[in-house]
């Protein structure tokens, strides 16, 4: 098969990719090894979150002031555009307005006060308000936390029909998608790249990587840059709407700022969904589900005896330096990876990034392409063990007051 564009990876990136591109006449092919949204894209908490996950600080001690300025203001475009191709294509997600990240200890409460300072007066950013205690408990039925920073421009939405729903739009504009079709190799010139598959071939004028972790080998170079970590959620049985409206009475979506953290919202049929187990070792830990609720019954103890009905888990790709990795293997060979946990919107822009790249328009692309990544120190026998001990240090940290 021929086509102008060859997309590997059927999550919202390689969605957004394909739409794009097929709304500005090019004829693109994605290749997803299994279905759209099996990976992490269908699987996250599904928190749309402002800013990436390094934090401005350090990504202005990467890039300086003024790219750093301009990464934080396309991660709020990130969020106006995830809005918009719900709403332009009729996707029906089950989008809610409203995000919280919570403190549980006094070190973390002065983060938040200090962060919602910085975006007032440094960043302009008018969406967000600190919320002291009496406010937090208000609108969470718990002890554990001290305060909060509500930002009324994230959100959250049901991920899977998100992505699905992308993947639709790019159809109907003219895209071709294939699942279970892995890439298994490519090979680039300076016409075309070439992509095998296990019955085929796709010969195309641009490629674009978007598998992050789930490339398995086909370009071994992107894979050294980031790490592959294990995440968790289970869903509790149907709470019914007084009981779901109990635990989050505004039905945003929370989260804490310790490095191994909880995350929760409510679900549109009344469940509450919780993730905040990670595996860094790359192995499912045994009994997922149960050491996951032990963490939602710490925050919820009135949940003690309500049963869950589901447990998942997934691989989300995260980079030494907890920035997005972007950029190109060759003139015609583009990649985008390593959202390291807030890919939920910024993959959404990603991919509308990548297009304007591919139709001659790069500056904003480049934007993110200049942030310097290093390879996981230890190789490929040592860099996990490594991991691993650097986060006990940061499970370590979490635990101090």
């Excluded at 591109?21 to 894209?41: F, I, Q």
């Excluded at 800013?51 to 890039?63: C, D, F, T």
């Excluded at 549980?104 to 300072?117: A, M, N, V």
């Excluded at 009981?243 to 909880?262: G, H, P």
């Amino acid at each position: 098969m021929e086509c102008d564009v060859c997309v590997i990876g059927g999550g919202i990136a390689g969605c957004s990719t394909a739409l794009h591109l097929a709304e500005r006449g090019y004829r693109v092919v994605m290749l997803e090894s299994h279905r759209v949204g099996w990976g992490a894209s269908g699987r996250s908490g599904a928190q749309a979150i402002v800013g990436i996950a390094s934090g401005q600080h350090k990504l202005e001690r990467l890039v300086g002031a003024a790219d750093a300025r301009a990464v934080w203001d396309l991660s709020v475009e990130a969020l106006g555009l995830m809005r918009s191709l719900i709403e332009r294509h009729r996707i029906d997600c089950d989008w809610v307005d409203g995000q919280m990240l919570v403190s549980t200890k006094p070190r973390h409460d002065r983060e938040l006060r200090e962060e919602e300072h910085e975006l007032l007066e440094a960043y302009g950013y008018r969406s967000v308000r600190y919320m002291p205690r009496e406010e937090v408990r208000s609108l969470l039925p718990t002890d554990r936390y001290l305060s909060g920073l509500f930002d009324s421009n994230g959100g959250h939405c049901h991920p899977l029909n998100y992505t699905l729903g992308l993947a639709a739009a790019a159809q109907s504009a003219g895209a071709q998608v294939f699942e279970g079709t892995p890439a298994l190799s490519y090979q680039s010139s300076q016409s075309n790249v070439r992509v095998r598959t296990e019955h085929g071939e796709v010969r195309a004028r641009h490629l674009v990587f978007c598998g992050n972790a789930y490339l398995h080998g086909v370009a071994r170079e992107l894979e050294s840059k980031i790490m592959a970590v294990g995440t968790y959620i289970v869903a509790t049985e149907r709470l019914g709407a007084e009981r779901a409206r109990r635990l989050i009475a505004n039905n945003a979506c929370v989260s804490d700022i310790n490095w191994i953290l909880d995350y929760f919202r409510r679900s549109a049929d009344d469940r509450l969904l919780f993730g905040g187990r990670v595996s860094y070792s790359g192995l499912d830990p045994f009994r997922t589900g149960e050491t996951t609720r032990a963490r939602m019954v710490r925050v919820f103890p009135q949940l003690k005896d309500v049963k869950l009905e589901y447990s998942w888990g997934g691989y989300v790709d995260i980079t030494l330096n907890r920035a997005p990795h972007f950029g190109r293997l060759a003139p015609n060979v583009y990649f985008l990876q390593g959202f390291s946990g807030h890919g939920i919107a910024l993959t959404g822009l990603a991919g509308q990034l990548v297009a304007e790249a591919i139709a001659g328009t790069a500056e904003r692309f480049d934007v993110f392409a200049r942030i310097p990544h290093q390879t996981f120190p230890g190789g490929t026998a040592l860099r996990r063990p490594a991991l691993i001990l650097a986060m006990l240090y940061y499970r370590i940290k979490d635990l101090l007051p």
